[in-house]
């Protein structure tokens, strides 16, 4: 878990801007640091407009040493989401992890590795487990709700990583169809649907002596039955 105190820091650039005429460059410096090459310019600018007014205007001076400082202040937050730092895990509050994942690139479920699912978004290991699971069997993710529908990941998990997160299309993912059918047909239907007997037969029975599947992960963890042998229905 990341030090609480991350985003409570108030990082020495930002005191460095409460410094008249040059506290400027302060700001400029906090836009090499995070590659922003908009707070450059805006630190530049600071600085040129004290020294062009600082012989002409004191209340411009003050009014414009004040515009820095709370600029300064305004950008801490963002500065502190761009450097946070890649080998600490990402916070659990949702705000703060859009914050950062705002600047960072973003994970292809279908594509990204093991490594990235649980390092980069955080995810539990038995989740990435079973998206693995799924991938290596062939099946494409299209969607932060599929997630969820097949492989039962609490929506309170995919709405803080949804920032993150990006799907590959495949068209062979196209469909109008829902695996949820397989709750409502016989042993015939599913036959019917390309299934192979045993293995209809098999997610029935399991299904008469259960109650109902809650996810394509479900039904493999449940009857062991590989993915490939239905994913044609999702």
């Known amino acids: 878990m990341p030090q609480p105190s991350w985003f409570d820091q108030t990082p ?34 600071f600085i040129a407009a004290a020294i062009i007014l600082s ?3 004191d209340t411009a ?50 594509t990204c590795s093991k490594n990235d699912l649980v390092n980069v978004l955080g995810l539990p290991i038995v989740y990435a487990n079973d998206i693995d699971s799924l991938r290596d069997e062939g099946h494409v993710f299209t969607s932060i709700e599929e997630l969820h529908d097949i492989l039962e990941i609490p929506n309170t998990t995919l709405k803080k990583i949804e920032p993150m997160v990006v799907f590959s299309y ?15 047909m016989n ?21 008469q002596l259960h109650g109902e599947f809650k996810s394509i992960m479900d039904i493999k963890k449940r009857t062991g039955i590989p993915f490939s042998a239905y994913r044609h229905l999702t």
Request: proline letters at 5%.
């Open 55 to 57: 012989p002409i205007s």
């Open 12 to 45: 020495a650039w930002v005191w460095w801007s409460c410094f008249p005429v040059l506290g400027g460059g302060a700001i400029a410096y906090a836009g090499v640091k995070s590659g922003s090459n908009i707070w450059i310019g805006v630190g530049a600018g």
């Open 61 to 110: 001076i003050l009014a414009i040493w004040t515009a820095q400082v709370a600029t300064a202040f305004a950008l801490k937050r963002s500065y502190l989401a761009k450097t946070y730092p890649k080998d600490l895990a990402l916070p659990e509050d949702p705000n703060l992890f859009a914050a950062i994942a705002a600047h960072r690139p973003k994970v292809d479920i279908n």
């Open 187 to 207: 042993v015939d239907d599913l036959i019917g649907l390309g299934i192979e007997e045993s293995a209809a037969k098999a997610i029935a029975a399991e299904r």
């Open 170 to 184: 495949d068209y062979r993912q196209e469909s109008g169809y829902s695996w949820k059918r397989i709750n409502s």
